[in-house]
């Protein structure tokens, strides 16, 4: 099983409409977790922590689930600027300077007009 | 707003050659953070750096791989002898080190073409 795993879609979706991503992952050690954007050819922008209670941010809702090991992305009334891929990032990093980063391979979001 | 910044945006080179990647990575931030992507897939993380050394390496990151803290500001990633499947774009990234989520923030990349 991979460590982070996400559908790669395409979602195509119009504008206004509510989409939700969901990702997985397999390592029950990993202790935080990041909604990444990515547009064509840049470099990964972090949208969203994920925080244990879930929260939101505007438009943009992120949920964790440790029991389950998955976290979630809603966006409510898409935009077309909303058209990216979305990247999960998990870190079973500490404090300490240990960080191990995996990034999923990302959802391809297209909002058509 | 602060922000990551990297040097060179374009590298081509040469099978075989020695390449240095720049960042500069955000001041007062404690982590540091090299990733590559190759065309078309998934970010891979190389290396991290805390308290001026490796902390963490993948398996990408073997002896042909170095980073370095020459000063107080760059952060560099060198590969000795280049191959045709280290073309990537290759970002870094850096976090504040603060107990909790420790978000990275990463600077606009190098694409590095090897010929």
């Known amino acids: 099983r991979k460590e982070v795993e996400q559908d790669p879609g395409p979602f195509n979706v119009p504008e206004g409409a509510t989409v939700a991503f969901n990702c997985t992952y397999s390592?029950?050690?990993?202790?935080?977790f990041f909604w990444y954007r990515q547009d064509c050819r840049k470099e990964p922008k972090l949208l969203m922590s994920?925080?244990?209670s879930g929260n939101e941010d505007g438009r943009f809702t992120a949920q964790l689930n440790r029991a389950s090991q998955y976290i979630s992305l809603l966006i409510r009334d898409s935009k077309l600027s909303d058209s990216a891929t979305y990247l999960c990032?998990?870190?079973?990093?500490?404090?300490?300077?240990?960080?191990?980063?995996?990034f999923g391979t990302g959802t391809k979001l297209q909002v058509i007009p | 707003e602060p922000e990551v910044t990297q040097t060179p945006s374009h590298q081509v080179t040469q099978m075989g050659q020695e390449v240095i990647l720049r960042c500069v990575p955000i001041?007062?931030?404690?982590?540091f953070y090299w990733y590559r992507q190759i065309l078309g897939q998934k970010v891979e993380f190389l290396v991290s750096?805390?308290?001026?050394?490796?902390?963490?390496k993948s398996e990408i990151f073997d002896d042909q791989f170095s980073v370095e803290r020459p000063d107080g500001s760059n952060f560099t990633l060198k590969i000795r002898s280049t191959k045709l499947e280290d073309s990537a774009m290759y970002f870094c990234?850096?976090?504040?080190?603060?107990?909790?989520?420790?978000?990275?923030?990463f600077g606009p990349g190098t694409r590095l073409t090897v010929l």
């Open positions: 750096f805390y308290n001026n050394e490796i902390s963490e």
């Open positions: 390592n029950s050690a990993s202790q935080s």
């Open positions: 990234a850096s976090s504040p080190g603060t107990r909790g989520l420790n978000e990275q923030f």
């Open positions: 990032v998990v870190n079973r990093g500490n404090s300490g300077g240990y960080q191990k980063v995996t």
């Open positions: 001041s007062n931030h404690l982590y």
């Open positions: 994920v925080y244990s």
